[in-house]
């Protein structure tokens, strides 16, 4: 979309109206666009415009990047507010943390750890109370009765005393200069929801369909010319020097820059780029990396492991437990790297002028794009511009093609638009951190546990806290419900320096798959049925106890299974929700598994858009099974995987059955978003160990582990 367009704002949306039979469903612009900022449209608070045509408009503070935020959260605006929801319009949020921010920060705007829900519940629907007061205020003075005469439905205000009906478009501007309603405004209770808990059809479906939506990779402005970027193969590597002779011979490219991590080369189209960077001569200095490997890195982990860590968690006294104990047992579990691998590869565009600078890009955290901007071209906040657009998956990606974007802009000095293919995407990424975990747990004589410690090495990615924990880094075992009297957890943060950060679930994506995994084992050393077992240590977490009952009930645990079909279960609490798996699982004499089917209860709270919620559950089943395929492996410092057949993705053809069944429940909601990441891996996995004996204590999964 250039934003440069001539085109007036309203009558764009009038024409699109038209073209789609009398309505504008989701339709979304950057704030910042020009075409948003021609909006004379009055506005009631920071989420919520109302037009004179009666359209309403919401403002979405939350990236959209497949997960339904858009409609989930002008649900909660929609509700409060009484309006139609066949004339709401959204657009997203400019960056603006004071009224933006993650859970009221204000230098933090953008979403993580599935918070656009959890984080929102609250403030969307006081925001939408607070404009619908608004306009029953400027209805009351219009018909010059009493507030309490007069209340809201469907994009209008009712007298209650004559029937009389007012637009929301005809009260709109009145509406927008009433003083904002005094104190703490009642909120709905859950009886009288009218939207919240249905399942509306997607604001953002319409869009995607017919190509309308505009994603960071389809922005285009005046002047601009493509950029990619040649890194250093190895992890903090440097240009040591470069020679662009033969890439300035290139048709179509026109500079050749460096900037602070590699060298970029700019054309007319981004084939061009490509192809001029195919011809770049650069000499790296490779730095202290240039010798690391798996193995290397994998050693380092297991000598720290012989040494006692920071204390995440001590209850009880394991130390005087375990020795009693009339069983023990040991297990080493070991995850790999892994990369985000979203289908949209990194886009941005940059413009960077002497008193300006203006982004336009695919961003979970706009502020900190903005943040970058800041930094890098040293003009102050208000002199930066964040233009947010659809992503095409993300998470938790990181944001560091808008540094480098920022960079080769402002060495150009002309708008560029920055793009990484799918080997940029593969082997810079900023990876889930690789982990190796030893497991020990003493048994009484009859079968049940007394002490459970865990020891883990896992590269820190979100900061030491005072005891020296990545709180992140243990969250799946620390964080357990299970119970068990005497537990006790250490971590060391090994610094291997390959880049780590947030990924999808975040800690329990494999700390969830060893702690359940090593439950099954506890079980099957007590000789207990692992649902059995589960049940008696949760007896005292009544929600985690139960989606247990639920998952085990309606995938028919302990019933008779097709011949060859083994099951095997997991669970997991993380973001404010529970889960429970059970998969069903078939192992051929080669050693390859397949899954079949898959029942999964989650009890996430008050549910906003149960169709929602069900697509999540959905795909994080999909993004787990895809990370029992295939790691990221380190050799000589360099990434080893490059696209897709070299890293291994869950394909169509092995795609189960999925069954997803949501506890009602009226609790403040949880995050949907990671929830069925974590607990499908140890599921899985001790569906094979039913299957074969064999237990899967490191990842990926391969056939010969299995035969």
Avoid at 247 to 259: A, E, F, S
Avoid at 379 to 391: R, S
Avoid at 396 to 413: S, T
Wanted: with cysteine.
């Amino acid at each position: 979309m250039s934003t440069a367009a001539a085109v007036n704002r309203r009558g764009f949306l009038k024409t699109s109206a038209a073209a789609a039979g009398g309505l504008v469903v989701g339709f979304y612009l950057p704030e910042n666009s020009k075409l948003a900022a021609e909006s004379t449209d009055p506005k009631l608070n920071a989420f919520v415009r109302v037009g004179t045509d009666d359209s309403v408009t919401l403002t979405i503070h939350r990236a959209e990047l497949g997960q339904g935020s858009m409609t989930a959260l002008s649900m909660l605006l929609a509700e409060e507010l009484e309006c139609d929801w066949s004339k709401i319009r959204t657009e997203f949020a400019k960056v603006d943390p004071a009224n933006y921010g993650v859970f009221g920060s204000p230098v933090l705007q953008g979403v993580f750890g599935s918070l656009s829900i959890r984080g929102s519940w609250d403030q969307l629907r006081t925001a939408g109370a607070t404009a619908r007061e608004m306009l029953i205020a400027a209805a009351a003075q219009k018909w010059a009765v009493d507030k309490s005469q007069c209340r809201a439905e469907k994009n209008s205000v009712i007298n209650t005393g004559n029937n009389a009906r007012l637009s929301y478009g005809s009260l709109a501007e009145a509406a927008s200069q009433m003083p904002r309603p005094v104190g703490k405004i009642a909120l709905k209770s859950y009886q009288s929801f009218n939207v919240i808990g249905k399942s509306p059809k997607r604001l953002d479906t319409r869009l995607k369909v017919t190509g309308k939506a505009d994603y960071g990779i389809d922005v285009r402005v005046p002047g601009m010319q493509y950029a990619v970027l040649e890194r250093c193969p190895v992890f903090g590597g440097k240009v040591a020097s470069f020679d662009a002779s033969k890439t300035k011979t290139v048709p179509g490219v026109k500079q050749v820059v460096q900037i602070s991590n590699g060298v970029a080369v700019i054309a007319d189209n981004t084939w061009s780029a490509m192809e001029g960077r195919r011809a770049l001569k650069v000499q790296w200095n490779e730095g202290a990396l240039a010798n690391t490997s798996s193995a290397t890195i994998r050693s380092t982990f297991s000598d720290l492991l012989t040494k006692p860590g920071a204390v995440a968690l001590n209850t009880g006294n394991t130390e005087a437990a375990l020795p009693g104990a009339a069983k023990k047992i040991d297990a080493l579990y070991e995850a790999p790297y892994l990369s985000h691998a979203p289908m949209e590869p990194h886009s941005c565009v940059v413009a960077v002028r002497p008193d300006s600078c203006e982004i336009w890009a695919g961003t979970q955290i706009p502020s900190a794009a903005r943040d970058s901007a800041e930094m890098i071209t040293g003009l102050p906040k208000e002199k930066i511009d964040v233009h947010t657009y659809f992503l095409g998956g993300s998470f938790g990606r990181p944001g560091q093609h808008v540094d480098e974007a920022i960079e080769i802009a402002k060495a150009a000095g002309i708008p560029i638009k920055l793009t990484w293919s799918r080997e940029d995407d593969m082997q810079h990424d900023i990876y889930r951190p690789a982990s190796l975990t030893k497991f020990s747990a003493g048994l009484d004589a009859d079968g049940w546990p007394v002490a459970w410690t865990a020891r883990v090495a896992s590269p820190s990615f979100s900061g030491l806290d005072k005891a020296g924990v990545d709180r992140n880094g243990v969250d799946g075992i620390s964080s357990v419900l299970y119970g068990i009297p005497n537990i006790h957890v250490e971590y060391h943060p090994p610094e291997v320096g390959i880049p780590v950060g947030y990924w999808r679930s975040v800690g329990p994506s494999q700390n969830t798959f060893f702690t359940e995994s090593f439950v099954d084992e506890m079980a099957a050393a007590g000789g207990k049925d692992p649902v059995e077992f589960r049940r008696r240590l949760l007896a005292k977490s009544p929600r985690m106890l139960g989606v247990l009952n639920l998952a085990a009930e309606k995938a028919g645990w302990g019933k008779p299974l097709p011949a060859g079909h083994f099951h095997g279960v997991a669970v997991v609490n993380s973001l404010g929700g529970f889960n429970a798996q059970i998969a069903e699982v078939s192992v051929d004499g080669k050693g390859k598994y397949r899954v079949h089917r898959v029942v999964c209860a989650e009890d996430c709270g008050q549910v906003v858009n149960p169709a929602g919620v069900v697509q999540q559950i959905q795909g994080g089943i999909v993004f787990g099974l895809s990370a029992l395929k295939d790691g990221i492996t380190i050799d000589k410092g360099r990434v080893q995987q490059t696209n897709f057949n070299t890293y291994e993705v869950l394909r169509i053809d092995e795609m189960p059955v999925i069954e997803v069944y949501l506890m009602p429940s009226h609790e403040t909601p949880g995050g949907i978003g990671e929830a069925s990441t974590p607990p499908i891996g140890p599921a899985v996995a001790n569906a094979i160990f039913a299957a074969t004996g064999k237990r899967i204590r490191t990842l990926p999964i391969r056939a010969e582990q299995l035969i």
